[in-house]
């Protein structure tokens, strides 16, 4: 079956999930990912050496990928990755700003060579302002981006977002640069900030923003509104997540818990007095949540109508049966892993079901059969290299 | 300057957020967005009755969109939308599944009117499936995509709607996957996307640990998909700290130098001893010892302090910016984010600036949000050319 992204080639220069994962799905439609890793291992391959049962998690981002382990510090390094971006569509790379200038790989040297190449650099702020050259963890760039701020305990690390959220802005980019390239016949570049991106995710900030002067309460309500509208409560097997935002949904938790007094109360009568008397309602709340299972309540929610879920721990999220129905829960079948279990595309298409088919690559994988049938150097040439340390496989 | 969607006419009849931030990223790069709303308008709205320059929140996901009221229960209004269909590249919905059929615009009946018609839907639990008929929001998506499994706890209340915000930049990419299949194949298509898809292919923790479970050490699976406060990333090598002034820092010290000018930065007898962190295994070990100490240090100094004395030292270190302090953030503002707009009684404003930068086709705020049918006449005269007297009529017969 022909799919979007068939005639289109990759070269990803990036380490971890910052990149790779925009890359990855560009791979899940058809397009040639082909991973430049050092000769001596990318990240991944440090990580799996500390334990090797690490080695699948790769797989998360670098499926359906090529590897070609290439050094470009070497001159003859730099002259093959010129050539594969001679044959190439796009470019992914995530050095720190100025990096691959220094290399003499920016886009200004290497549009020259193909100039209907899409060159994204994805990095923790972009190429320009005050804290373009800083060291960008994720962690660090949900900090600068107000995100953490937010977060119940603002003392905890949070959870990976920043590199995969601002992933997947990368590959749209592409697909834009790409789009105009059909017309236009050129490529173009692509600065893309994680922290730009993580910003314009963050809501309340915006809305903060836009509504300058205007009350608080009115800022908070509509992005971070009190838990007793909209929030986590304890159940007897777990924890529950309730919705009660409109007034029919609070009278649907009030009916579904057998709770008048949520209704007949004047602390509860709308919804600003809800959110002054939020102690007041949570622990009412909770008092009756606490005495069910998530089961009881989710069944007893949906029967008034009102949005109600079990927050799923990561054990029940791999058994969850719309997840599995909807094809998010893949397994891979690899000659060298075994079985990889890697998540599906978040989004289904009626003409192009998205696939993933193989897991990553072993360091260097390609490297022979891409520099022999796509540069035609011979088999001997390769070994040569080799050698010197200028290629890996 | 040029636009990467010049020409790419997009119809969007979504409300609230995961629809219109979707169409936001095509607007902004050139394509026409036409908003659709009913007469009395999106939902936020409805906070202008109380505070007019609430409206102003339009803009943060519908600027450079055209702005079409259109009583679709109507007849001839129906007429008109369905003219609007043939003309449209993409069309977005965002009604509960089987809704869209009901009122005669789902993707059967409206590729027989426009077979070029790329039809995205997004719905919190999609279009198939056990659960896709249950009602849901955001935090809904958020606990059954295990969103709110990296604590234990979980957090009491949402920390930011974030499945409505991130399922819109996968629903981008694939409406542009769909465009360039179209341009290929000439083939059209249904897009089905489901924000709790969404949020289970964003969280790492999930699936890191669905595939690292049974072949990796409890400890080693806890650091990399484990549950706050049991397991997670040691904070001595990557954490965060509360400073004097009632801010908080990140400090990373992951890489060897990094730890060595950190050490020297703390200045700790404890931290120097080798038995205990001459390794990042070992540092790992004892973070909590070590993360205490650094904490002690934190807390004596104000944000400002700590992040000067370890930019001197060359040390990996952010502060934990505000909601407030970031519309004044030197990056934010020498990246553009924060534009300057004027809109009629809203006044001068900022809104959010496009994240993505392209060098030769960067897109542009044009406007802030549509008021409410501010281009419906426009659109009419431009698009489906309607003359004047057309219009008139449709106004007297109040279609429009």
């Known amino acids: ?393 | 300057m040029a636009k990467a969607l010049e020409g790419i006419v997009v119809l969007d009849n979504s409300l609230y957020e995961v629809g219109p931030r979707t169409t936001m990223f095509l607007a902004d790069m050139g394509a026409t967005v036409i908003k659709l709303e009913p007469p009395q308008g999106e939902f936020f709205r409805t906070y202008a009755k109380f505070f007019p320059t609430a409206e102003r929140q339009i803009s943060i996901s519908n600027r450079n969109k055209k702005g079409m009221r259109l009583d679709l229960r109507k007849e001839k209004a129906k007429e008109i939308f369905l003219e609007l269909v043939k003309k449209a590249d993409i069309f977005v919905e965002a009604f509960r599944p089987g809704v869209a059929k009901e009122l005669g615009m789902d993707y059967e009946t409206l590729r027989e009117i426009n077979p070029r018609l790329i039809y995205l839907s997004v719905a919190i639990y999609g279009q198939t499936g056990p659960y896709h008929q249950v009602r849901g929001y955001d935090i809904i998506a958020q606990a059954t995509g295990g969103m709110l499994a990296y604590y234990d706890p979980p957090p009491r209340t949402q920390f930011l709607p974030i499945s409505d915000l991130t399922s819109p930049v996968y629903a981008a990419l694939a409406v542009m996957l769909a465009l360039h299949h179209r341009e290929k194949t000439g083939k059209a298509q249904h897009i089905d996307l489901s924000c709790q898809d969404v949020m289970y292919a964003t969280n790492f923790l999930a699936t890191s640990y669905l595939c690292l479970k049974d072949r990796v050490s409890t400890s080693t699976l806890d650091c990399v998909a484990g549950v706050h406060p049991h397991g997670r990333y040691p904070r001595v090598l990557y954490g965060f700290y509360r400073t004097k002034d009632d801010n908080y820092v990140f400090v990373s010290p992951l890489k060897e130098e990094h730890w060595r000018r950190f050490v020297d930065v703390i200045g700790s007898a404890a931290l120097k001893n080798a038995d205990e962190y001459g390794s990042l295994l070992l540092r790992a070990v004892n973070s909590d010892e070590g993360a205490a100490v650094v904490a002690e240090w934190v807390a004596a100094r104000t944000r400002e302090e700590v992040k000067q004395a370890m930019d001197e030292a060359g040390v990996p270190c952010e502060p934990v910016v505000r909601p407030e302090e970031l519309k004044d953030d030197p990056q934010l503002n020498a990246r553009g984010m924060l534009v300057d707009v004027e809109c009629g009684d809203l006044g001068r404003y900022k809104i959010p600036g496009i994240a993505l930068k392209l060098s030769d086709t960067p897109g542009s705020i044009e406007c802030p949000g549509p008021r409410l049918g501010e281009h419906t006449e426009e659109i009419l005269t431009t698009l489906l050319g309607y003359s004047e007297e057309k219009i008139a009529s449709l106004k007297q017969e109040g279609v429009l």
């Open chain 1, 1 to 393: 079956m022909m799919k979007p992204l068939d005639d289109v080639r990759v070269l990803d220069l990036s380490w971890f999930i910052a990149g790779a994962y925009g890359t990855g799905m560009l791979a899940s439609f058809g397009a040639e990912v082909i991973m430049i890793e050092p000769v001596s291992g990318s990240l991944m391959q440090s990580v799996a050496q500390i334990d090797p049962g690490l080695e699948p998690l790769s797989s998360l981002v670098n499926h359906d990928k090529k590897s070609v382990a290439l050094d470009f510090n070497t001159e003859k390094g730099r002259q093959i990755l010129k050539a594969l971006v001679e044959k190439s569509d796009v470019l992914v790379e995530t050095y720190r700003p100025g990096v691959m200038a220094r290399l003499g790989l920016d886009y200004a040297t290497l549009r020259e060579i193909n100039p209907g190449l899409v060159y994204l650099s994805q990095t923790a702020y972009g190429q320009t302002g005050p804290r373009s050259q800083d060291v960008g963890y994720d962690a660090g760039v949900q900090a600068t981006s107000g995100m953490q701020a937010l977060r119940e305990q603002p003392e905890v690390a949070p959870p990976v977002f920043a590199d995969i959220v601002s992933s997947v802005y990368g590959a749209m980019g592409i697909l834009f640069a790409l789009w105009y390239r059909r017309t236009s016949g050129r490529g173009q570049y692509i600065d893309l900030s994680n922290n730009d991106a993580m910003f314009s995710q963050n809501y309340l900030s915006l809305l903060r923003i836009v509504w300058e002067g205007l009350p608080d309460i009115m800022i908070s309500m509509s992005c971070h509104p009190p838990r007793c509208l909209l929030g986590c409560f304890r159940a007897k097997d777990g924890h529950v997540v309730n919705s009660f935002l409109q007034q029919e949904q609070w009278a649907g938790a009030s009916k579904a818990m057998g709770e008048p007094r949520l209704l007949e109360d004047e602390r509860f009568a709308n919804i600003i007095s809800r959110a002054t008397n939020d102690e007041a309602a949570c622990s009412m709340i909770e008092d009756w949540t606490s005495r069910h299972t998530r089961d009881e309540i989710v069944e007893a929610m949906s029967q008034t109508g009102t949005p109600c879920a079990k927050v799923l721990t990561r054990e029940e999220i791999a058994e969850d049966p719309q997840l599995r129905s909807r094809g998010m829960l893949i397994e891979i079948n690899d000659a060298h892993l075994g079985t990889v279990r890697v998540p599906g595309v978040p989004f289904k298409m009626s003409e192009i079901p998205a696939e993933v088919k193989t897991a990553a690559p072993r360091l260097g994988e390609h490297t022979v059969d891409t520099l022999v049938s796509l540069l035609g150097y011979s088999k001997a040439e390769v070994a040569d290299l080799k050698r010197q340390g200028v290629v890996g496989y």
